[in-house]
Each structure stands twice: as C-alpha cells, then as structure tokens.
C-alpha cells in the first residue's frame, strides 16, 4: 500500500515543538488530511509517537511552554495496526491493544483513529476505527433504521446525507406508500427536499425485513405507556426480533427509543440473543444512543446537539460513537447502557418539571387574583438565578406527557419513589381542567347551557415553536375531548396540521376568519408565531357577544382584547 499524500501533512520530526504541532493539527483539516492528529516520525518515516489536540491541550493546561519539544508529551506506544493483516484481524488487534491499555490505566480508552504501519513501523496510513470496523464486512455501508416516524425517517435522511447506504423499514403500509412517493408523513423543515435527492440512491424505503440485510440497524420505534400509565413493550419487542433474524456476526445494533432504565440490558439483549443464536459482545455489538432532538428542529439538531453513548462493551460504544461522529461533532460517551437510557429520560422529565412549576405558579395566581405572566416576567428580569418559564396550557407531546411515567417505572422495585416528578406531571395534567373549568364557567355565567356553544380553537399540534404537525399527547386534544361531553359545536384550525387530522377529532376544520365569526369562545392553544399576527380587532368583532378569548399562550395583552367590548380575556394564571 503507498503512502497516502495526505499523511505527510500530519506528520512532524523528532525534536519539534509544540507550537509547530498545533500548527500541523490546526492545518490539517484544510488540506484535506486526517484531524486532531499529528505523527511523530524519524527519517525513514518510521512512526515514534502520536500526539494528538487533547494531548496539547492537556500540557497547555500543566503549564508547559510552547517551544517545549514534542517528544515530552507524544504517545510513544500508540495503538497500530499492520498493514498486511485482514479487515478482520485489523480490528481484531486494535480491539486487543484497546482493552490492554485500558486494563493497565484501570479506566476505559477510546480510541478515533487507527495509524497503520508496515513491516518496519514506517507509517501508511491513518484510518478511523469506524472505518477499519466497516471495512471488515461486504456490505461496508448499509444501515438500517427501523420505524420511520418523528425519530426514525429524520434520522434515515440524515444518514443518507451524510454518505450512507440506508434503508429505512416501517410496519405501516400508509407510511410506506407516503415515503415511496417524495411525500413525507411527517413535518420537518428542509425534510422534503432531501428525502427527495436520497429517494432510490442511497435511501430505500421498505416495509418489511424478508428483502434485505443490513450491518447497522437503528431502533427507532415508540414505547407508548397505556392506561394504567405503565410502558407497553410490543412494538420494541417486535422490532428487536425482527433484526434478530437479520443479525449476522460483527454487526452493531442501535437502541434509539426511550425505554425504561435497564430495558436495553434485561429485555432486548436476551430477545436479540436467544433470536440469533449468538452473544452480544462477542458475535455481535449493541449500544444505546437515545434521541435528544425536537420535533421541527431535528435535522439540524441531529448535527448540532451532543450525542450520547452507553454500548454493551467497550467496542459497542466505540462502533457507535464513530457512526454518530459523521452526523455531530460532539459525542458524550457514558459508562453502560443503563447511562445512556437514564439520561434521556432526566432531559425530558427535568423540562417537565419545569413547566409543572411554572403552571404550578398560575394555579396559585389565579387563586390569589394575580397575573402570572406580570410576575413571572418581573421575577426574571435581572435577576440571573432565575430562569422561571412562562405559564402554557399543559404540557403535551409524547414525549414530556410519556416520559416522565417511564422514568417511575423504571424504579417501580426500588425503595425510594420520585416525588417532585409525580407532582409536576399531576400539576401539568391540571391544567387542562382548568381550562375547561374557565370556558365553563363563562357559558353558565351567560346563560349558553341550553345551547351549543361554538367553540374555535387555535392549535392542534403539540406546540408552535418550532413548528411541528405533531398531535400525538397534545393538551388541545385533551381539551377537545372534555368539549365535546360538554356538547360544544367545535370548530378547529393549524397553521401546519392537516385538515383531515383535525376533523379525526370530531373538531371541523375552517378558515381563521369562518371560526371566528360567530364563536362564543376562542381557545389558542400552541404558540405558533401566525397567531400573534392575526389582524385581530375585526376577527374580535365578528364574534358573537359576550365572547370569552382564551389565550393559552399570553400572545395577546388582556388590555388590548378587551378594547372590543363584551369580549372577555382569560388565560390560566390571569385574574
């Protein structure tokens, strides 16, 4: 194998400083050779040591100066790899040196790149360890990603943007038959454009897992929690079997889905084992990355927001953590499986909690006859220990409304049981009853029981900003339901929701200006940045009298609606 031209770029003699190693490294990325690297080689390009930019900042850190040689800080054992050997055997080695350094630094090592070296240690090339683990097998670059929803097809986008071969597998022939056509089922910003470009090239949308074989599967499927607010494992379970009967040795198997705390470990591990016939950590890997994105931001969250990493083993977390690393250059790597399970469920449940408190202090307004928006606002405003958020109309989505009751499972045998979580969550379901009290007590106090109040709510999906067409968990479905047993006339509209998901509702889809003539009551309920641009005095007045307009957001000021007279402003936490 020859030398690869860029190589000489990062490499650097004996006896050089540590300034003209930043250099090296600084200069790297832009002549197109490897980053983060540099070697230190003899005349005969015989490899000495390896130095990398943690190294260099480490010694910054210690003090030593610049023009100190390089010699004194460099890696002089660093992990090689011959250049004769197999694919196979490459990663075999690497992996054996991995695990005897760690074994004599007692703590894990990870490592990104792999220097190759031939027979007299002279240096050939540098590859990723990501790379070396994929070119050990035929199909190098095939992913799979099972179940494409909010997670799953913006994550297959993604990766097929980023240079994969990916097929993206759903059990929902409707899905399917969307994707096949360019038409996606879900509402992501820049989403259409690049499903589109990767359509037939490197992305295939399939449904089912008899036509293809893959060396990377992706589990992206829901864990729903069902009455008794306890998880329901069917659809995880199932797609885990279904990867079982694909998995062939060396493959790396990817848990992206939330799940209870252990879930990984003591349920998927023994269904995907006993399956195969094989052993994870031996025959194959598996590693937990849980999605951390938001729905209408993923694509670019996916490429900006820190990645984390808990694997079986340490050569688990290293495959993933190098698969991750083409989408985002930040990987947070943690100790197992159950790490990475838990802190997906603390990112979720800690926002939850927020916004329990924060509607927790509108509850206590609305009793005390304050505004919560004025002294929320006035409580915050300097003062930078304070970062209270403002009041909404319950907290939706499936993940903050799901997620919380999946982290008290997860200690569902242990001694202590989670109490400010619980509390919040009960504080957060409050609110809709809230709600649905204020708009009650309108129509008693105008005498509107006898007949259908007609009722046009603003705001389908789950929230605005960013804007989604989620409505899985959303609060204005919980309120649509109470509407109705109420028997008020509903009618409904979303800036991004369709029409006919509207009306799944028993809610009537109409204009902005047809569901305000005529309303007794207006309900916005997310905060999508059109609502607060709604040429809003004539929209008043063509309401019927006396109007109640519920601002679930606080978009509007109560002094300003309420120039329109008999039209009444309320909002939960508003006198």
């Not at 703590?107 to 990104?112: E, L, N, T, W, Y």
Request: charged share 25%; net charge neutral.
């Amino acid at each position: 194998m020859l030398l690869r031209n860029s190589i000489e770029k990062v490499m650097l003699d004996s006896g050089k400083t540590l300034r003209q190693a930043m250099e090296v490294i600084d200069r790297a990325p832009h002549v197109g050779a490897p980053s983060g690297i540099a070697l230190v080689v003899d005349g005969t390009r015989k490899l000495l040591g390896v130095v990398t930019d943690g190294d260099l900042r480490r010694a910054i850190l210690e003090g030593l100066k610049l023009d100190v040689s390089v010699d004194n800080i460099m890696t002089k054992r660093p992990v090689t790899v011959r250049q004769e050997l197999s694919a196979r055997m490459k990663l075999d080695e690497v992996s054996s040196r991995v695990r005897e350094i760690s074994a004599d630094r007692k703590a894990p090592v990870r490592i990104d790149q792999v220097v190759v070296v031939d027979d007299s240690h002279r240096v050939v090339d540098i590859v990723n360890f990501f790379d070396l683990w994929r070119q050990s097998e035929p199909k190098s670059r095939q992913l799979a990603v099972m179940g494409l929803g909010y997670v799953g097809l913006t994550l297959a986008v993604s990766l097929a943007d980023a240079g994969f071969d990916v097929i993206g597998v759903d059990a929902d022939e409707k899905v399917i038959e969307m994707l096949q056509a360019r038409t996606p089922n879900i509402h992501e910003v820049g989403l259409g454009p690049l499903l589109n470009f990767h359509l037939d090239k490197n992305l295939r949308i399939t449904r089912g897992t008899q036509d293809f074989t893959a060396d990377v599967y992706i589990i992206c499927v829901q864990t729903p929690i069902n009455r008794e607010r306890r998880p329901i494992f069917s659809h995880i379970e199932r797609a885990a079997r279904g990867v079982a009967r694909l998995l062939k040795e060396d493959d790396l198997v990817i848990i992206r889905s939330t799940v209870p705390v252990g879930t990984t470990r003591n349920r998927l591990l023994p269904i995907i084992e006993r399956e195969s016939e094989m052993v994870g950590g031996r025959d194959f890997y598996l590693a937990m990355a849980p999605e951390r994105t938001v729905a209408g931001r993923a694509l670019r969250e996916l490429r900006e927001l820190p990645q984390i990493i808990g694997g079986l083993d340490r050569t688990s977390s290293e495959l993933a953590t190098n698969l991750f690393k083409t989408l985002t250059s930040t990987i947070v790597n943690v100790d197992t499986l159950e790490s990475a399970e838990l802190i997906k469920l603390i990112d979720n449940t800690y926002r939850d909690v927020n916004f329990g408190y924060s509607n927790e202090i509108a509850l206590v307004c609305d009793e005390l006859g304050l505004d919560s928006l004025k002294i929320i606002r006035a409580a915050n405003e300097g003062y930078p220990r304070n970062m209270i958020p403002l009041p909404s109309p319950g907290v939706g989505g499936v993940c903050l409304k799901k997620d919380p009751y999946i982290f008290m499972y997860s200690v569902r045998d242990k001694k202590y049981e989670p109490r400010i979580i619980a509390a919040a969550r009960s504080v957060n379901e409050l609110i809709v009853d809230q709600i649905f009290e204020k708009i009650q007590d309108f129509n008693r106090t105008y005498h509107r029981s006898g007949k259908r109040m007609k009722v046009f709510i603003l705001g389908f999906a789950f929230k605005g900003v960013p804007e989604t067409s989620d409505t899985r968990d959303s609060v204005t479905l919980d309120l649509v339901a109470k509407l109705l047993k109420g028997r008020s006339n509903l009618f409904g509209f979303d800036p991004v929701v369709r029409p006919e998901e509207i009306e799944k509702a028993s809610v009537r889809s109409t204009s902005v200006e047809a569901g305000f003539k005529g309303a007794d009551c207006i309900a916005i309920m997310n905060n999508h940045p059109l609502f607060s641009g709604l040429d809003i005095y004539p929209l008043l007045e063509s309401m019927n009298k006396p109007a109640f307009f519920f601002d679930g957001w606080g978009i509007y000021e109560k002094e300003a609606i309420e120039k329109v007279p008999n039209v009444i402003y309320g909002r939960v936490g508003s006198p």
